[in-house]
């Protein structure tokens, strides 16, 4: 049985929202995490956080579908925990409005980038003999939606694309799973305005949205002893919203 202490932890888009949550919380479990984001003041500000908290973390800061960049900044050090958690929004778009540009900033973010930073630690993961794989989808990459299609079909692949993984990495000891949250309150999701979040949230069960720190609760149970017979599989931490399957 093993836990993340002393693991080497990249996540991606973890300068807010549910990722700044992940590398909190993947830190106070003692993984050493490397924090990845675009935007260079909110990595070094998660980074910070981390390191005044007592624990180890660094900031890495490059486009996550930069697979060289992404490459560059793990070096010769073997990751063992990947959270592919980097993502924009869809702006609530219809499909006449989701030109090629928007179109491929979402996928390349979303599913080039869950691509790129898998393929730059995967040697590593495989070196080890151990890995862990979170990719963060979506509950609305299970069932739709009727605006921003382009970012549940993003999403929808990220749920694929873990599925697949975990068939190809099972034989080196590399369990990869997706998680597909509900509304979460985080600064992605209050862009669209408070109203937009509660009138979401009143879609569930519960009738509220998530904590980010609940969502990343589940990434770490994942990756860590209680996630060792768990592989290929989605968990939808969503209040409700949607129940699907038996």
Not at 56 to 66: I, K, N, R
Request: glycine share 10%; hydrophobic share 50%; charged share 20%.
């Amino acid at each position: 049985m093993t836990d993340p202490t002393g693991r080497l932890a990249l996540v991606t888009g973890a300068g807010s929202g549910i990722g700044r949550a992940t590398a909190e919380a993947l830190a106070a479990a003692g993984a050493e995490v490397i924090v990845q984001d675009i935007d260079p003041a909110r990595a070094d500000a998660v980074a910070e956080a981390i390191r005044t908290s007592g624990a180890s973390a660094e900031a890495l800061v490059c486009d996550v579908a930069d697979e060289a960049a992404l490459a560059a900044g793990i070096g010769d050090r073997q990751v063992g925990i990947l959270v592919n958690n980097a993502g924009v929004a869809g702006n609530n778009a219809p499909l006449e409005e989701i030109d090629r540009a928007a179109y491929d900033r979402m996928f390349d973010t979303h599913v080039r980038g869950a691509f790129a930073a898998t393929r730059a630690v995967i040697p590593g993961m495989k070196a080890q003999g151990w890995g862990r794989i979170v990719n963060i989808a979506s509950n609305r990459g299970q069932v739709g939606f009727e605006r921003s299609s382009h970012y549940s079909a993003a999403k929808a692949a990220l749920i694929a694309l873990a599925k697949s993984w975990a068939r190809e990495f099972a034989p080196h000891g590399i369990l990869a799973n997706a998680i597909a949250p509900g509304v979460t309150r985080t600064a992605m999701t209050l862009a669209y305005g408070e109203t937009a979040v509660e009138e979401e949230a009143a879609l569930n069960l519960l009738k509220r949205a998530a904590a980010p720190e609940e969502i990343a609760a589940w990434i770490v149970i994942l990756c860590g002893p209680a996630g060792e017979f768990m592989t290929g599989q989605l968990i939808c931490p969503n209040g409700g919203d949607p129940i699907t399957g038996i």
